[in-house]
């Protein structure tokens, strides 16, 4: 069964950091893209950050930009989002999602599957 | 940016249609996804590129898209689908994954 676990999220004070780690298996982690999306306590989902499979291509949202940075290491089937300067506005459960496997010849559609989340608290 | 806009909330007895909208500036050019999040649990994609159902999700579950409209159509609804719903694009003017603010299904 493809299998996607969050870790590293925890308690942190604003403007400190905290890295994330989505560890991906049965799967071949490689061919696919990867991506991030956060949702705080009672809200919406929020996508944050996309990767593509070779790290050729990364993309982040405007709330993240600057400050957030995504990577991932396909010898060791992991994907990781480095958070700097972290808010307040920040908390959430952090998801990692794999693009789906349904794709067309330029593109695969949504997001599938996803983690448990791991979550991310900022406050002093 | 490009905005995507859904109702807060939907409600519907059981056995009848549930519709859940998912508004946006000509949508209908765009491939539209979407997800069923139970509380306490990750999203599950449910339709992806506008009415294609991943495997697994059952019939009653359909999609589509025209206009400035995408619809996620639940027939038969079950107290099981009562779950809050995403609709979801890319947008490839500011290459940014775009979600929209969520509806929350009632079962009455």
């Known amino acids: 069964e493809v299998q996607l676990v969050e870790s590293g999220g925890g308690l942190v004070k604003p403007g400190g950091s905290l890295r994330l780690s989505c560890a991906a298996s049965e799967f071949t982690f490689s061919n696919y893209n990867m991506n991030w999306v956060r949702q705080a306590p009672g809200k919406g989902l929020e996508w944050v950050s996309s990767?593509?499979?070779?790290?050729?291509?990364?993309y982040y949202a405007d709330s993240v930009k600057g400050r957030f940075t995504i990577s991932r290491d396909n010898a060791k089937n992991s994907l990781y989002l480095q958070m700097n300067s972290l808010r307040a506005e920040d908390t959430a459960v952090y998801y990692c999602?794999?693009?789906?496997?349904?794709?067309?010849?330029?593109?695969?559609?949504?997001?599938?599957?996803w983690g448990q989340g791991t979550l991310v608290t900022v406050s002093s | 940016s490009y905005v995507l806009t859904q109702p807060p909330s939907v409600s519907v007895a059981p056995g009848k249609t549930a519709r859940i909208t998912c508004g946006g500036n000509n949508i209908g050019s765009k491939s539209v996804h979407w997800y069923q999040q139970k509380p306490g649990q990750a999203p599950v994609l449910v339709v992806y590129?506008?009415?294609d159902r991943p495997s697994g999700i059952p019939e009653r579950f359909s999609g589509s898209n025209s206009g400035n409209t995408a619809t996620l159509t639940i027939s038969r609804v079950e107290a099981g689908d009562e779950a809050d719903y995403y609709c979801?694009?890319?947008?490839?003017?500011?290459?940014?994954?775009?979600f929209g603010g969520g509806t929350k299904l009632t079962v009455l």
């Open positions: 590129d506008d009415s």
């Open positions: 979801q694009v890319w947008d490839s003017s500011s290459d940014r994954v775009v």
């Open positions: 999602a794999r693009d789906s496997p349904y794709c067309s010849s330029t593109s695969c559609y949504g997001f599938d599957p």
């Open positions: 990767i593509s499979s070779s790290s050729r291509y990364i």
